[in-house]
């Protein structure tokens, strides 16, 4: 079935340094990638995606890449602040469907 | 995210109990849909919905049951088939191949 890998589980990131972490998904279908944020007890909230039509995307200090043929997909936060520590979740949707299948997250930890 | 209301934001169910989640958005989405969120588990999809009367199983239906009667309305049952409830609940909507919108959560526990 489809299934969405995520790693690290758990990051930690000196202030002012990259981050980067990293998914892959199964189905080859799959065609619309976003990424998630989520802050302690609150909703997830998108913070960039990208379409199966595109290799890169950047918004300020974040960015996505894609890399369909090894159905692979990382986000990249440079200069990173305290503001970044999260949990942040890729996820996978598929062309058939509206069905979108999450990763199991990544914790950030942006050291002082 | 304001269009989108999850109610209650605490509940608490007794063994044996069915429960109801409530979502209501007013973002005219067509699709609606139902995830569950345990620490270190990510989100796991319960029942997703397209369109008005119609609904789909996801990754862990068992033990949960959905309607769809209305666009703006999709509200999850916790049933008492569901032994082990206690997580938090996420209903989000969104228009076809355009991102998803989160409710703010419903936090269940048993008594």
């Known amino acids: 079935g489809e299934n969405v890998e995520q790693h690290p589980s758990t990051l930690s990131v000196q202030e002012g340094d990259s981050a980067v972490i990293k998914c892959t998904y199964s189905?080859?279908?799959?065609?619309?990638f976003p990424w998630y944020k989520q802050e302690l007890g609150k909703r997830p909230q998108l913070i960039i995606d990208?379409?199966?039509?595109?290799g890169e995307k950047k918004d300020q200090r974040i960015a996505v890449t894609l890399n369909k043929t090894a159905k692979h997909f990382s986000l990249h936060i440079t200069e990173t602040q305290p503001e970044d520590s999260a949990v942040y979740f890729c996820a996978a949707r598929l062309n058939r469907d509206d069905k979108i299948i999450f990763g199991k997250g990544t914790r950030l930890h942006i050291l002082p | 995210d304001g269009g989108i209301t999850q109610s209650p934001k605490y509940l608490f169910r007794k063994e044996g109990q069915n429960v109801t989640l409530s979502c209501e958005q007013n973002l005219n989405h067509d699709a609606m849909y139902w995830y569950r969120q345990d620490p270190g588990q990510g989100l796991r999809l319960i029942y997703y919905?397209?369109?008005?009367?119609?609904?789909q199983k996801g990754d862990i239906a068992e033990g949960y049951s959905v309607s769809r009667e209305k666009k703006e309305s999709f509200p999850l049952t916790v049933t008492s088939a569901q032994k082990n409830p206690t997580a938090f609940y996420l209903c989000?909507?969104?228009?076809?191949?355009?991102?998803?919108?989160f409710g703010d959560g419903t936090r269940l526990s048993i008594l």
């Open positions: 989000a909507s969104s228009v076809y191949n355009q991102p998803q919108h």
């Open positions: 990208i379409r199966s039509n595109v």
């Open positions: 189905d080859s279908a799959s065609n619309y």
């Open positions: 919905s397209q369109i008005v009367n119609d609904f």
